[in-house]
């Protein structure tokens, strides 16, 4: 049995990919693992209450992405402090981190069992390699982080572009004593393929699934689907994700004018599973127009439901589209990304060997995803 982190995601509603990911590793771990918090106000490690476990399962949309504390769960901490009660955690055989962990959470970490192996899961460097489209608290943080990861047993990547995006990163530190580095490629949740239903009265739709922010590219997508619409493409582009309250507010005007403008734009912000399972099911193939990412899961999420998705053919997103049904563009400019929207929606005989490709693949399961990093830690022992 592992102990699991999951201070962050414990106290937030929110469904960024880390949220997502450490979510699905948590269901999918069942009672192979304790799930686990730092409590910063009874000053100690203990298993997750009603509320924080109400969290994990809760399907309804956030508007914010940072973690809450309610007021009854700080005082009921203070009390534990003040009368130095214990919370005594489970007996376990290695501790798991999947978050991008705070700097209080890094400090509190030897405060857990010891020796147990510890292993985080690291999802991208993102914060260093684009830092111009990152939001500055999390650029400062970055370089601290990626050198707390040095403290730990092992770490397993999500992609192999990010595994070499940490490991060069140490070698330019100069570091010789690091742990072992593996890259463990993510699951995604089975879905079935479903075809997009006929209808002569309503424009094909295609769908953009990711948070509105600046390295996501949403930018350059609005301005590729506007020189269509101008074109007379008849097309309705569907946004879905929360935004971002810096980095995403180019785009988030660009969309304001479009809509003010009469264009075929629908932007729903953050939505439930079941909407966004039906965003999929109606929608004709998707565009992910990210210039990087540390996995992209929406690329398979849509190849996985038999959805063509246009995406980049570099790094992360490479490795995930690379097994077939995407359209891989070399650069994301929004002449790029217009002619690849417009080849799709016109090109039937395109369009159907794409979507033929999605279904001749094979997808790991998170299943696959949580057998394989169980098995790796446990070699470390």
């Not at 292993?119 to 370089?143: M, N, Q, Y």
């Not at 990163?169 to 393929?193: A, C, E, F, K, S």
Request: glycine share 6%; aromatic share 6%.
């Amino acid at each position: 049995m592992f102990l699991l982190d999951l201070s962050h995601t414990s106290h937030t509603r929110a469904r960024t990919g880390v949220q997502r990911v450490t979510r699905s590793l948590h269901q999918t771990l069942g009672n192979q693992a304790t799930a686990i918090t730092w409590d910063p106000y009874a000053l100690q490690w203990r298993t997750l209450d009603e509320n924080e476990y109400a969290n994990l399962k809760s399907n309804s949309p956030a508007k914010k992405r940072r973690a809450k504390w309610p007021i009854a769960t700080q005082i009921r901490g203070h009390w534990h402090a003040l009368r130095g009660a214990k919370h005594p955690l489970p007996t376990a055989e290695g501790i798991i981190v999947p978050e991008i962990f705070s700097p209080d959470v890094h400090l509190a970490l030897p405060l857990l069992p010891s020796p147990l192996p510890r292993v985080a899961l690291f999802h991208d460097a993102i914060a260093l390699k684009l830092p111009e489209l990152t939001p500055p608290g999390t650029v400062s943080r970055f370089p601290g982080y990626m050198q707390e990861l040095l403290t730990f047993q092992g770490i397993a990547a999500v992609s192999e572009d990010s595994r070499l995006a940490l490991i060069d990163y140490w070698q330019w530190l100069g570091l010789t004593q690091t742990p072992p580095v593996t890259t463990i490629p993510l699951g995604i949740d089975p879905h079935p393929i479903t075809d997009t239903p006929a209808t002569q009265d309503q424009p094909p739709v295609v769908l953009c699934i990711g948070s509105i922010e600046g390295r996501k590219n949403h930018l350059a997508l609005l301005h590729a689907c506007e020189k269509l619409w101008q074109q007379k493409i008849n097309f309705q582009l569907r946004l879905v994700g929360m935004s971002h309250a810096t980095t995403g507010q180019a785009a988030l005007q660009k969309i304001d004018q479009l809509v003010a403008e009469g264009h075929p734009l629908r932007y729903d912000g953050a939505v439930d599973e079941e909407t966004l399972q039906s965003a999929y099911e109606q929608c004709l193939f998707t565009v992910y127009p990210s210039m990087m990412e540390g996995f992209g899961l929406p690329v398979l999420e849509s190849l996985q439901r038999g959805k063509p998705c246009i995406c980049s053919a570099h790094g992360a997103l490479g490795e995930s589209a690379r097994g077939g049904g995407a359209l891989m563009l070399e650069t994301l400019t929004p002449d790029d990304l217009a002619q690849a929207i417009s080849s799709l929606l016109q090109d039937t005989h395109q369009r159907d060997q794409l979507s033929a490709a999605t279904r001749n693949r094979t997808y790991r399961s998170w299943q696959d995803y949580t057998s394989d990093l169980l098995c790796w830690i446990r070699s470390l022992q």
